[in-house]
């Protein structure tokens, strides 16, 4: 391999009923210059091991064709082509099977590899790791078989060297990863002992390198690990089998920055540095590194708002940092007509708007009334584990300057001054304001935003009141400066909407920092320093000294009047309220039109 650089594999979504797609061919066209090695994704062997909707298939002949193009596109970029083959079903187990039917898988897994060969790649990676069918048989706790596919460490590894084995005699010029998990990361799973020995196994049997993940489903924070999980953590197991093998063996999840993975390299702690998110955000990561420009690398802020939760939802990847994830072609479209646009308001939707519009041809203006660009990602990355979200205004920031966009701050326009501007087209950015809710209270309230901002209550009991992202985010701001914090959510759960894994860290910080969390709350009064709520039909008190709303926002309707105008575009929060990935996304889609 020319390099230390592997794309690892991620499912993208983009396939066509599992069959490639031009936006599949594109997307990995797009990041394959200046890699060593390009993984495609969890290709599915079976029908039985297709999990998500749109995943790409290696399961029958007919995909070769499709297959040969992506393999083709990957190496013409001077990368070596490799495919996962998978198989992932959590409706099963592996008792669910007779020894003559992981027969036929071992087989679908051979015949998967010879059709790999067949479609020009030159590497197979197997993926037994994070809880997916293979991985099951390794781990005692879901593995509940008595005959020689269970019971002991030799049992539950069987099914899995069974496969390389047979892969490896069947395309013994092809090279053979193997994805394994460090640890499972659950109370009885597979752990990192029982992992090193595996390891060795693996390498005794044929495998030419190992690919270090963890994690299952019920633990996936520890293979795709969100801004709540600190940078490397997973470099100490990579360390413990890399010490105990002598093939290469590849580093993987939230790695940090190009000086991290040097360090990683230089110590011995791995021979490859593996990158699946990174190249989502960034295509070009690469070959900036490669020609000395790191400090152009828009580095993955772990938010996995669009590429991790979108997949999961059966919708194709995409990336707030990067909305052409998946849509290439569409971005690369100039104007012939270049206009003279104004953008009203500075925050993501605003920003993102002017960089594609400037991108494309026209010259743009934008308008901010603060003395800063962000909007509410300034407020977004002030609570714990959320400072990464600094970076997309970062990034924003320097694709107004490369596209040479002017920026005027502190410049709050009007109504009257808007409709005597004399611009081709005016786009509204202006975000939304924070809801309010009638309160029977003897205390003011403060908002969320505002608290986020340093307007910090004077008070060390606080009611929150509003169980979403924000309220959560809120109380953890507050417990740490040491508050005590209550949470009163009207619904039956607090977090609604919120990705699983996110959500399960900060409720497990929340625990720690001993913050109450008060469902199906209903709000009477508050007076003389108590809350008065009925949940469940029962009336309660709570000791307060300030209330803290954190209840939604509404999109700004100053400019309301305009929107039926031809001249005039809405975006982001002043159109419809959503999240800084959909306000970025609205921005750029507004230059695919103008």
Known sequence: ??????MLPTVTNLSNEGFVSEREVEYYKRRSKGVSLVIVGASYVNK???????????DDDDKIEGLKRLSEVIRQNGAKAGIQLAMHNPKYKPSDFTKEQLQDFVQNFVEAAIRAEKSGFDAVELHFAHGWFVNQFLSPDTNKRTDEYGGNFEGRTKFALDILREVKKTIPEMTVICRINGSDFTDRGFTIEESVRFAKLLEYHGAD?????????????????????GDKPL??????????????????????????????????????????????????????LIKGHEEDIRYCIHCNQACIAYIQKGLSVSCMINPEVGREKEFEVKTDK???????????????????????????????????????????????????????????????????VKVHLNKKISLQEIKEMPYDKIVIATGSKPAKINLDADINPYMAIEVLEGNIPKGR?????????????????????????????????????????????????????????????????????????????????????????????????????????????????????????????DGAELSLII
């Open 235 to 288: 470099i100490g197991i990579v360390k413990r089998i890399k010490e105990n093998v002598t093939i290469p063996v590849i580093a993987i999840d939230k790695l940090g920055s190009v000086y991290d993975w040097e360090k990683v390299l230089e110590d011995g702690i791995a021979d490859f540095i593996g990158i699946a998110r990174g190249f989502i955000g960034d295509p070009d990561l690469a070959e900036k």
């Open 209 to 229: 390198a190992l690919d270090i993940s963890s994690g299952v489903s019920s633990t996936s924070e520890y293979h795709i690990s969100p801004m709540g999980i």
């Open 48 to 58: 039985l091991g297709k999990f998500f909707i749109n995943q790409i298939g290696i």
């Open 461 to 585: 009991d606080i009611a929150i009141i509003g169980g979403g992202l924000t309220g959560l985010e809120t109380a953890e701001y507050l417990a740490e400066k040491g508050k005590k914090v209550t949470v009163l959510e009207m619904k039956e759960e607090v977090g609604e909407g919120i990705y699983p894994m996110v959500k399960k860290l900060i409720l497990n910080r929340l625990k720690e920092l001993k913050v109450d969390i008060i469902t199906n709350a209903l709000i009477k009064e508050i007076s003389g320093g108590k809350l008065m709520y009925t949940s469940k039909d029962t009336y309660k008190v709570v000791k307060v000294e300030d209330v803290v709303l954190a209840v939604g926002n509404l999109p700004d309707t100053e400019f309301e009047e305009l929107k039926n105008e031809n001249r005039y575009y809405f975006i982001g929060d002043c159109k419809t309220v959503a999240s800084a990935v959909e306000a970025i996304r």
């Open 338 to 404: 270049p206009l003279n646009i104004a953008v009203i308001g500075g925050g993501p939707a605003g920003m993102s708007a002017a960089k594609y519009l400037a991108k494309k041809g026209h010259n743009v203006t934008l308008f901010e009334k603060e003395n800063k660009l962000g909007g509410q990602l300034n407020v977004a990355k002030v609570p714990p584990h959320k400072q990464e979200i600094g970076k997309v205004i970062e990034y924003l920031e320097n694709d107004l300057k490369k596209y040479n």
């Open 1 to 6: 391999l020319k390099n230390r650089i592997i």
